[in-house]
């Protein structure tokens, strides 16, 4: 069956590069999305990219997918405080209904100043 | 904009209580599912709905009802709440199946 996989934690130091990494196994995966979620609050979406995309960059996030190992990773740049939060992969595909999407267990990411 | 509202956000049931939690979305979306968060185990699909009057299990539906009357209304009702279903709730709607997903605020349900 279809299965995201994420590592649990990550802590950095404020200016660092995060990467957050996340493997899945549906072949068939047409999107594959990063969202956010803050302490107390619901998820808001970061960034996604297209199954036939390698890489996308939009300001300090860049995404790259590796489809042959089914490998995806976001890598924030010149990190801060602001970016604490829990980061989950997810993804989608032309055959789901209802817009349904596969969530990994999401990744606590810490910033330490 | 209020987006997706969902109420209420805190609840606390006794076990075999029964009750609604309540989703609302104002961006004429056709699509929208329900949602619970545990710790360490991401976000599970408990149903789904793809237009008013049609609704679908997801990944984790028994001891939850739902139904969609309306397109901005879809309700999900916990017959008899069990300790287990202690969780964070989250309703989410998109414009089609595989566009962005726009999430409530939660409602966190404690069972006891």
């Known amino acids: 069956g279809e299965d995201v996989e994420q590592s649990l934690f990550l802590s950095v130091r404020e200016g660092d590069s995060s990467v957050i990494n996340c493997t899945y196994t549906d072949s068939s995966s047409t999107y594959l999305y990063w969202y956010k979620q803050e302490p107390g609050a619901g998820l808001q979406l970061l960034t996604y990219i297209f199954s036939n995309m390698d890489m996308k960059q939009d300001q300090r996030l860049t995404v790259l997918l590796n489809k042959k190992d089914k490998h995806l990773s976001l890598r924030i740049a010149d990190t801060q405080t602001g970016d604490s939060a829990i980061y989950f992969c997810?993804?989608?595909?032309?055959?789901?209904?209802?817009?349904?999407?596969?969530f990994g267990q999401g990744t606590e990411l810490s910033v330490k100043p | 904009n209020a987006g997706v509202t969902q109420t209420p956000k805190f609840q606390v049931l006794k076990t075999g209580q029964s009750m609604t939690l309540q989703c609302a979305q104002d961006?004429?979306?056709?699509?929208m599912s329900w949602y619970r968060q545990d710790p360490g185990m991401g976000l599970r699909l408990i149903h789904y709905?793809?237009?008013?009057?049609?609704?679908d299990q997801g990944e984790v539906p028994n001891g939850y009802n739902v139904s969609r009357s309306t397109t901005e209304d879809f309700p999900l009702r916990l017959l008899s709440a069990a300790p287990s279903q202690t969780s964070v709730y989250f309703c989410?709607?998109?414009?089609?199946?595989?566009?962005?997903?726009?999430f409530g605020q939660g409602t966190r349900l404690t069972v006891v």
């Open positions: 961006m004429n979306h056709e699509y």
């Open positions: 989410a709607s998109s414009y089609s199946r595989i566009s962005e997903a726009f």
């Open positions: 997810a993804e989608s595909n032309r055959g789901n209904q209802g817009g349904k999407l596969i």
């Open positions: 709905s793809v237009g008013a009057g049609i609704t």
